[in-house]
C-alpha cells in the first residue's frame, strides 16, 4: 500500500466530515436564531445541562483550587514568592481551569446524554415522524439543546470560578497559615475583569460545541443499540477535543502578544 495514498485519503475523509460538521453546525445557527422558537423546550435544556451539571462542576472546581493551592505552595515556597500564590490560584481558575474543566465535565455528562438521546430517536424512527408531522428537528431538538447550553455554560463556569477559589482559600488559610485578609487583597489586587470575561467567553464557545457534537453525532446514528454507543463515544471524544482546540484558539484572540 503506498503511503502518501493513504495519507492522502484520511485527510480527504477529514476534510469532508469537517465540512459535514461545519453544514450542520450552520443549520443549527439559522435555526437558532430564526423564528419559531420553543422557549419552554429551552428552558427545560437549561435545567439539564446547568442545574444539573451544578455538583459535579462544584467538586471539580473545590478540589483543583485545593490542589493548585498546595501545589503552588510546594513550588514557590523554595523561591521564598509564597505570596504569589492567591494570584495564581484566582488566575489560574478564571482564565484556564474553570472553563476547561467545567467543559470537559459537561462534555463527559450532558454531550453523551444529548447523543443518546437524539441517537435513539433517530433509530426509532421518531425524527422521521416529527418530518411527517411538519416538524423541523432541527428547531424542535438541536436549536433548543445549543441555546441553552451556549448560554449555560457561562453560568456553570462562573459559579466554578467562585467555588474554586474558595477551595485555595481554604486550604491557604487552614492548612498553609496564611492571613485572610491578606490573601483576600492579594486575590483581588492581581484579579481584572478581562480574566472573568475571557473565560465566561471560553465557556459559551464550550457550550456550543458540546451541544454541537452531541446533536451531529446523534442526529446521524444508525444501526441500533451499537451505533447509538458509538454516537455517545464519539459525541464525547470529539467535544473534548474541540474544547482543548477553541481553548488554545480563544486565549490567543485574548492574550496574544
Not at 9 to 26: D, E, Q, S, Y
Not at 157 to 170: E, F, K, P, R
Amino acid at each position: 500500500m503506498n503511503p502518501l495514498a493513504a495519507i492522502g485519503r484520511t485527510f480527504l475523509a477529514f476534510l469532508a466530515a469537517a465540512g459535514r460538521v461545519a453544514l450542520f453546525a450552520a443549520q443549527g445557527v439559522i435555526h437558532c436564531v430564526l423564528p419559531p422558537w420553543y422557549p419552554r423546550l429551552v428552558l427545560r435544556q437549561m435545567m439539564e445541562i446547568g442545574y444539573y451539571s451544578l455538583p459535579v462542576v462544584g467538586l471539580t472546581a473545590v478540589f483543583t483550587g485545593m490542589v493548585l493551592a498546595l501545589q503552588s505552595y510546594t513550588g514557590f515556597s523554595r523561591f521564598e514568592a509564597e505570596s504569589a500564590i492567591a494570584g495564581i490560584v484566582v488566575l489560574s481558575v478564571t482564565r484556564e481551569l474553570g472553563p476547561v474543566l467545567a467543559g470537559l465535565m459537561v462534555a463527559g455528562r450532558v454531550g453523551a446524554a444529548i447523543a443518546a438521546e437524539i441517537g435513539t430517536m433517530r433509530v426509532t424512527e421518531q425524527i422521521d415522524a416529527l418530518t411527517t408531522l411538519s416538524t423541523n428537528p432541527f428547531k424542535y431538538l438541536v436549536a433548543p439543546r445549543v441555546l441553552a447550553a451556549t448560554m449555560t455554560l457561562p453560568v456553570l463556569v462562573l459559579v466554578a470560578d467562585v467555588i474554586g477559589v474558595m477551595g485555595g482559600y481554604v486550604i491557604s488559610i487552614h492548612k498553609l497559615g496564611f492571613n485572610p485578609t491578606t490573601y483576600l487583597a492579594n486575590t483581588f489586587d492581581i484579579l481584572e475583569p478581562m480574566d472573568v470575561i475571557s473565560g465566561l467567553v471560553k465557556a459559551a464557545v464550550f457550550g456550543f460545541l458540546i451541544a454541537l457534537m452531541g446533536c451531529y453525532h446523534g442526529y446521524h446514528s444508525r444501526r441500533g443499540a451499537q451505533g447509538v454507543g458509538q454516537a455517545t463515544t464519539y459525541a464525547v471524544v470529539s467535544g473534548s477535543i474541540l474544547i482543548l482546540t477553541f481553548n488554545y484558539v480563544v486565549t490567543e484572540i485574548f492574550f496574544a502578544q
